[in-house]
């Protein structure tokens, strides 16, 4: 007990010290200052009086000084309260305590009794709910929610000061104590939030007034950085509920979409488990529902949101927006539901850099649509919203009282596992389970990694598959676990110089807005000739290519290493593309699928436009084609890719490990390679004739439908959506005018020059073509010593012939001035002989064969 006859300051020590020991927590610390010094005196001094908490418990300190802040910022609702409470009190004629009643020592005999009477407890709540502390032993009581229950509580326990503001607030003077000239305004209290310096820490009481929680509805941005939603729910002043409904027949679009492949959804599953661990931390935790799949796809979702709205009593939604059309439809549907039954809904965007549907080709016009040089130009030219600055994570949530019933994550069914028929699991996921982090702080040491090292070979070496020059960010960008804005943020901060690496943000913004121009991207071909294209339907082939058994090691390690990690860098998912589509002649829709089904980071519209143009039917075609040998000298000149994803390969030498078919049978059999046994034999043995197959059929089915070729510029041309028809007549911003009916547009578009030369003559083979597109590839190390020799030679050799010029130059001027005749010309030059021995002649590690 506190030391009797002790001054008030004494006292409020003596209950600081009963909070370290753990016998007292710290709101009814707080709530014991305020009723021993009063309303004033513990404003100006209760800072000072925790100041020394500050060095030796900061995590109390902290604590403490979010409570007094809480309570000494009251809002113009928090007063109206406190108002109608003391009337209450009034008119009741109960007379208030004084401080000298409150500080009497307590005895022993009650002291747990009288302890609970000075508790911040007094929320109010539903009748019957109970707030339960998420992290300590303490627990809070249900507060009376009527005026006769508050009249019954005031009558029942004199001694507890319950004024029915969210907070216990003792009353030591009068009710004029309280200076309204120092009541912060509600914009710096809203800066504060967002500064995370006035939030709820773990374990504070429930939002004041029982304020109906905000439902902050989670899809794909599972961070607390950065999170434009999540800061909008701390500054509505109540509580939070995060909540993921997790809804698989909304995801997917009409057609074969394939939005959340097995990889996809195992990546999901691991990080709700991370983020579920965050929110945690913060004092919350995310409700997890299961949308009736009985419901059509556009309401299942809905249908979720209304029961957790009727079950919590919610009034207001936020969440960050998504940009496939199909779940736009969805979200516009759930909007105008929600506002008629007078639900606020609040969208915010921050899965791309700039809202694909708010970017327009005004003032730029069509030319060159497709490439990622004509986005850019619109976007400089309408820039819309500014990016901003990226926003802090909260240090805590506030928790509602009542928290709603979900359900268990693994009833999801996100990572469910296949059975083999004697009931053992099959676990695929193992190897992905080893090579990522799946949490948001993964991402952050990943980013941190790349802007330190990678970076900085990532603008000529980022095609090497057998060195880390990526950053491997798209899986965390894809979830939502990486805003796209930090990663700028951090890249311009790290003075990041390479604008390959800043110009992918904007091919990926490029992606979700020609998803919104043609919906269906994923499933149908832009180019109307090119759905006549004869493709091959040899299933053998295919299930050859992705399971990485085709015969080419590096066709078969890049699609090894999908298979056990679910992803490939880049330049590797080109190769395996043209190797698919330009080869194998088969559909580019059946990579699209293995793709969406296989990787961590499958994103549908920037896997259906690089599908797109890979397969010669997107907006901008590739103008290359990736040989599947010839590419291994630029991205594994040393077999160092292929020996560890092909280690049957791994005893083979560096110039013949990526055409084990030419090595003699001596070498492979010492190498223990057997085709057909240890390796698979080649699908496809003849490419040359593949490719030039390739190639007449692009110019029999442009032949077939001339109507969409352009007979002046030899381009394929496009229907335009309506709203490029609209921006093109200037309707776009009349009213939100849109074409929708009359002729069809047709609009040249980019087109690769091969396939131009091809239609003049079209039984040409693709080696005389000559614009074949085919990338043959070159030895980085190798070739840049060789070019660094050559030029240093060709530099020394220019610097001599410089310097003679100039001698006989001089000398000519001055036998002329002189009057003398001219020097005889020289008969002939001398020349270096093969065999000299000087440094000037030898050609270092045989960089002259390498050249051939």
Known sequence: MPPSGADAQATVKWWLGEVLEGREDPEGFFAMCVSILGHRETRSQFLSLIEPLSTGDRLLHASLTSIYQEYFTKTEDDELELALALSLLDMKGQPLQSPSQETQPLQSGDAQNQRGSVQMNSILKPEGSNCTNQTGSWKRESAPQTAREMEFQISTYPNKQTLGTGRTVCVSEQEGDVDQSQKPKRSKNRRQRRKCTGQHLVGLPCSPSATPPVLLWFRRDLRLCDNPALVASLEVGAPVIPVFIWSPEEEEGTGVTVAMGGACKYWLHQALLCFCSSLEHIGSHLVFLKANGEMTSAESSLKALKELIKDTGARTVLANALYEPWLKERDDLVVSTLQKQGVEFRMFHSFCLRDPYSVTTEGVGLRGIGSVSHFMSCCRQNPGTAVGVPLDPPVSLPTPAHWPKGVCLDELGLARMPRRKDGTMVDWAVNIRKTWDFSEGGAQARLEAFLHDGVYRYEKESGRADAPNTSCLSPYLHFGQLSPRWLMWDAKGA??????????????????????????????????????????????????????????????????????????????????????????????????????????????????????????????????????????????????????????????????????????????????????????????????????????????????????????????????????????????????????????????????????????????????????????????????????????????????????????????????????????????????????????????????????
């Open 495 to 852: 003075r990041c110089r390479p604008l390959k690496f800043q110009r992918k943000l904007a091919w990926r913004d490029l992606a979700y807005w020609q998803l919104t121009l043609f919906p269906d991207l994923p499933w149908e071909s832009i180019r109307p000739p090119y759905k006549a294209l004869r493709w091959s339907s040899d299933r053998g082939h295919l299930k050859a290519w992705q399971r990485g058994r085709t015969g080419y090691p590096l066709v078969d390690a890049a699609m090894r290493q999908l298979w056990q990690t679910g992803w490939m860098n880049n330049y590797m998912r080109h190769v395996v593309a043209s190797f698919l589509i330009a080869y194998l002649h088969l559909p580019w829709q059946e990579g699209y699928r293995w793709f969406q089904d296989t990787l961590v980071d499958a994103d549908v519209a920037i896997d259906a436009m690089m599908w797109q143009n890979g397969g010669m039917c997107g907006l901008d075609h590739w103008n290359f084609v990736m040989h599947p040998v010839d590419a291994a000298m630029t991205c594994d000149p040393y077999g160092t890719y292929v020996r560890k994803w092909c280690p049957e390969l791994a005893d083979l030498p560096d110039e013949l490990i990526h055409k084990p078919w030419k090595c003699p049978a001596s070498m492979l059999q010492r190498a223990g390679v057997l085709f057909g046994q240890s390796y698979p034999e080649r699908i496809i043995t003849d490419l040359e004739e593949r490719r030039n197959q390739s190639l007449q059929d692009v110019a029999l089915v442009r032949r077939e439908f001339e109507q969409y070729v352009d007979k002046r510029s030899g381009c394929d041309l496009v229907p335009l959506p309506p709203r490029l028809v609209s921006e093109a007549l200037g309707l776009s911003h009349k009213d939100g005018a849109v074409v929708t009916q009359g002729k069809q547009f047709l609009l040249p578009v980019i087109t690769r020059m091969e396939f131009k030369h091809q239609q003049e003559d079209p039984d040409a083979d693709a080696t005389s073509n000559p614009y074949n597109a085919v990338l043959k590839g070159y030895v980085s190390r190798k070739r840049d010593e060789t070019i660094a020799f050559l030029n240093e030679r060709d530099f020394t050799a220019s610097v001599m012939h410089e310097a003679i010029q100039r001698k006989e130059r001089l000398n000519s001027d001055y036998r002329r001035m002189e009057g003398l005749p001219p020097s005889p010309s020289p008969r002939g030059r001398a020349r270096r002989t093969p065999t000299a021995k000087d440094r000037f002649s030898i050609v270092p590690g045989g960089a002259v064969t390498s050249l051939k």
